[in-house]
Each structure stands twice: as C-alpha cells, then as structure tokens.
C-alpha cells in the first residue's frame, strides 16, 4: 500500500514551457486534491476532484489545469510556466470530507 | 468566514516545555477541527482531530483543547522534544464540503 504517490519529487522549467505532474493514490478514495506550499507558507488548493470525471477549481486555478479519468489518478498540468508558479506541490486524497493523505511534493522551480 | 486565523506564525520552546498554538474560526457550521504535522522536505500528516462536542482531546503528548462560545482550539505538546520540531497546520471543515480550510501555520522549534 503506497498511499499516495507523486512524480517527479523535483522539477526545473524554463518560462514557458509546460508539464504534468502526476499524482496516484491506491486506497480508493474518492477525493482528491492538488495544492501549492510557497516557502514559508500555508496550503493553498489548487482543484479538487469529488470523483472521476468530476474536477473543480480551488483557491488559486489559475495557469493550471487538472483531469480525473480514473479514481486512481489525478494529474495536474502547468501550461506556459511562469515563475510566479515556482512552488512545491502536494497531492492529496481523502474518503470523506475529513483526513486527508499527502503526497511527498514535488519541488518545481520556474526560471 | 471561511478563513481559519492561526497564531503564532512561529515559535522556539526549550525542550520539556509546553508550545501552545492557537486558531480561531468564524463559521459555525464547521463540525471537524484537525491538526496536521509537516517535517522538512515532507507532506503533512494529520497528527490529531477534534469534534465540536468536545472540549479536549489527548493522544500521547498532543491535546488539542476546544472552546465552542469563543470559536478556538489550540494544540498543546507537553514534554515537547527536539524532534517535535516541525511546521503545524490547524485546519476545519464541516461534513457537507469535502474541502479543509487551512490556517497559514506555525513553525515551531524546540531547542536541545
């Protein structure tokens, strides 16, 4: 049992380029999560995932962009990177409005 | 009304000592209250959770204490140890949003 999984752990962009982050989890839970950790700073959600095929923006959408065709997996792809988005990444998942499962991050640097 | 306000943003307790961190809320239909433990380099992990209809919740060295008239929690460590070191997020959410609201987190160091 992995728990949640995210590719790759780091990750540097030139401005303007794109990529995908891939999140996965193995318990079977229905929500999931992605968010940005700025240094020194809290969580902020990104979009969240209520189920398969259902996506839905967080806090701070913007430049980013998110799919779920399987429950397992919810990838989150940065379309014309710019340094504003240099950030570390976390996905998550939960079985209920309550705990949820964090992902090891992914450290992206935008440059 | 959404937001949770979290205090301090940091704080450096000697070993033994008992670090206090406090959040406050505003919506009272918040019904779940956890505390989450992040290390350096890892994601959070929930560390400990409270409902509202209770006042205090221990599980080891961790107590979460709950005041619903004044809409706070806070987290105790006691015995606090160098490996207690880490950032800790107060969050809430109630049952029928699967979001948690997060507070902005306190980076706490305990020294040797």
């Known amino acids: 049992n992995a728990g949640v999984t995210q590719t790759p752990k780091f990750r540097i962009l030139k401005i303007g380029q794109s990529m995908t982050l891939q999140c996965a989890q193995d318990m079977n839970h229905n929500y999931m999560y992605w968010y940005r950790q700025d240094p020194g700073m809290g969580l902020k959600l990104i979009y969240y995932?209520?189920?398969?095929?259902?996506?839905d923006k967080g806090e701070v959408p913007n430049g980013y962009n998110v799919s779920r065709s399987t429950t397992e997996d919810f990838p989150l792809r940065l379309e014309l990177a710019a340094p504003s988005q240099t950030s570390v990444y976390f996905c998550a998942s939960s079985s209920s409005a309550y705990t949820q499962y964090f992902g090891p991050g992914t450290r992206l640097t935008v440059l | 009304q959404q937001q949770v306000k979290q205090s301090p943003q940091s704080l450096i307790v000697q070993k033994g000592g008992i670090p206090i961190i406090n959040c406050a809320y505003e919506?009272?239909?918040?019904?779940?209250f956890p505390w989450y433990q992040q290390f350096p380099g890892k994601g959070p992990a929930l560390l400990i959770a409270?409902?509202?209809d209770v006042s205090e919740k221990k599980e080891g060295r961790f107590t979460i204490s709950f005041n619903k008239s004044a809409k706070q929690f806070s987290l105790h460590i006691m015995d606090s140890q160098p490996g207690d070191s880490a950032t800790y997020f107060c969050a809430a959410s109630r049952n029928s949003n699967y979001q948690l609201i997060w507070g902005a987190g306190t980076k706490l160091i305990i020294k040797p």
């Open positions: 995932s209520v189920g398969a095929g259902i996506t």
């Open positions: 409270i409902r509202p």
């Open positions: 919506n009272t239909a918040f019904d779940y």
